[in-house]
T-cell receptor, first 113, second 113 residues
Framework: DARVTQTPRHKVTEMGQEVTMRCQPI?????VFWYRQTMMQGLELLAY????????DSGMPKDRFSAEMPDATLATLKIQPSEPRDSAVYFC???????????FGQGTRLTVV | QKEVEQDPGPLSVPEGAIVSLNCTYS??????FMWYRQYSRKGPELLMY????GNKEDGRFTAQVDKSSKYISLFIRDSQPSDSATYLC?????????????FGTGTRLKVLA
């Protein structure tokens, strides 16, 4: 049962701390997205990779957010330093080459206090 | 103004009603139009997708795309309590050099038994 795996599922941290979220895309999928979901803004695209190369990270606050894909099985999203306004659910999604459907993980629910 | 606009609802309907969900968009380069369903505390899952204009039917669900008006719709016939979820439209201009999937904010639907 192929699925996108995100860790951790929940994270509570204090303002100013570093947060790292991880995503394992479905094997063979070559496009990986990071989204942030809030009630007010919905699903916002933060960054995405194709064949591990970053294609667009214009949705991310550059001063505190960074996204990397060190290998085909791992994508990371880091926030340093974290702020209360970063509290949201962060989703990773992947698409296979030539495919249309984006498969989503279960999300990481981040709370910054 | 957002590239994709969607009424957030909530929308409450009695069981058996026909539900109409809609999105408008501004980017004429969008070619793939998708509807995702998201249950509470889960990741979005693809419900239907349509390429370019036209209609597509799958069981109780019908997706319509009107590119001339930049308007897409999802109809649910004989709605069931199990259809209660948030419905997100998504669009992509895959094939034109970009692989972004842009989502609407989602419409919360509640089907009352």
């Amino acid at each position: 049962d192929a699925r996108v795996t995100q860790t951790p599922r929940h994270k509570v941290t204090e303002m100013g701390q570093e947060v790292t979220m991880r995503c394992q895309p479905i094997l063979g999928h070559n496009t990986v997205f990071w989204y942030r979901q809030t009630m007010m803004q919905g699903l916002e695209l933060l960054a995405y990779f194709r064949n591990r190369a970053p294609l667009d990270d214009s949705g991310m606050p550059k001063d505190r957010f960074s996204a990397e894909m060190p290998d085909a099985t791992l994508a990371t999203l880091k926030i340093q330093p974290s702020e209360p306004r970063d509290s949201a659910v962060y989703f990773c999604a992947s698409v296979r080459q030539g495919g249309t459907e984006a498969f989503f993980g279960q999300g990481t629910r981040l709370t910054v206090v | 103004q957002k590239e994709v606009e969607q009424d957030p609802g909530p929308l409450s309907v009695p069981e058996g009603a026909i539900v109409s969900l809609n999105c408008t968009y501004s980017n004429s380069a969008f070619q793939y139009f998708m509807w995702y369903r998201q249950y509470s505390r889960k990741g979005p899952e693809l419900l239907m997708y349509t390429y370019s204009s036209g209609n597509k039917e799958d069981g109780r669900f019908t997706a319509q795309v009107d590119k001339s008006s930049k308007y897409i719709s999802l109809f649910i016939r004989d709605s069931q309590p199990s259809d209660s979820a948030t419905y997100l439209c998504a669009m992509s201009a895959v094939g034109s050099g970009t692989y972004k999937y842009i989502f609407g904010t989602g419409t919360r639907l509640k089907v009352l038994a």
